[in-house]
T-cell receptor, first 112, second 109 residues
Framework: DGGITQSPKYLFRKEGQNVTLSCEQN?????MYWYRQDPGQGLRLIYY???????QKGDIAEGYSVSREKKESFPLTVTSAQKNPTAFYLC???????????FGPGTRLLVL | KNEVEQSPQNLTAQEGEFITINCSYS?????LHWLQQHPGGGIVSLFM???GKKKHGRLIATINIQEKHSSLHITASHPRDSAVYIC???????????FGTGTSLTVIP
């Protein structure tokens, strides 16, 4: 089946550790996105990638890093520089930039 | 101030009722999206609109570009419609999406 997968569903991290969230899509989409969702706030864009080997910062990129070495994969690393990393992280993809997005199931990150 | 405002924040309805969720935005847009987020977090795109009206099953979405306003209507609501409904706009300048904070809908049998 075509779709977007994110893993793991829940992730626990100790303070000071980096952690990488996985996002894979087999929809042959060029564009991919990472969002953060906090209670009472709308989704906020962390990073996006229009095409392989290219990515751009979103509104809240500080403390995060990404790579786009393959079309189907867009992993997000939450670094120790991110001061408030506990949140729900959503990955999405679209055929082209800013077209209708398809979302993954999300990863809940909890910092202990 | 958020670029996208939704109302109401929370909505409880009896099964069968007609439901309206509103979205107002303050930026120039090229498209508006309505998304549905179920408990557990998964998000599904319901509509993408740039003008007029779209219908899919019991869901109807309208947009008034001049008034910078969109509405999502659900006819004959059902408990399975219970979810958070999110309005998002694509700005007409720059590569940017703005998201509303969502409307939490609960439909009671």
């Amino acid at each position: 089946d075509g779709g977007i997968t994110q893993s793991p569903k829940y992730l626990f991290r100790k303070e000071g550790q980096n952690v990488t969230l996985s996002c894979e899509q087999n929809l042959n989409h060029d564009a991919m996105y990472w969002y953060r969702q906090d209670p009472g706030q709308g989704l906020r864009l962390i990073y996006y990638s229009q095409i392989v080997n290219d990515f751009q910062k979103g509104d809240i990129a500080e403390g995060y890093s990404v790579s786009r070495e393959k079309k189907e994969s867009f992993p997000l690393t939450v670094t120790s520089a991110q001061k408030n990393p506990t949140a729900f992280y959503l990955c999405a993809s679209s055929p082209g930039l800013l077209e209708t997005q398809y979302f993954g199931p999300g990863t809940r990150l909890l910092v202990l | 101030k958020n670029e996208v405002e939704q109302s109401p924040q929370n909505l409880t309805a009896q099964e069968g009722e007609f439901i309206t969720i509103n979205c107002s935005y303050s930026v120039g847009i090229s498209a508006l999206h309505w998304l549905q987020q179920h408990p557990g977090g998964g998000i599904v795109s319901l509509f993408m609109l740039s003008s007029g009206k779209k219908k899919h099953g019991r869901l109807i979405a309208t947009i008034n570009i001049q008034e910078k306003h969109s509405s999502l209507h659900i006819t004959a609501s059902h408990p399975r419609d219970s979810a958070v409904y999110i309005c998002a706009v694509r700005s007409s300048t720059g590569n940017q999406f703005y998201f509303g904070t969502g409307t939490s809908l609960t439909v009671i049998p």
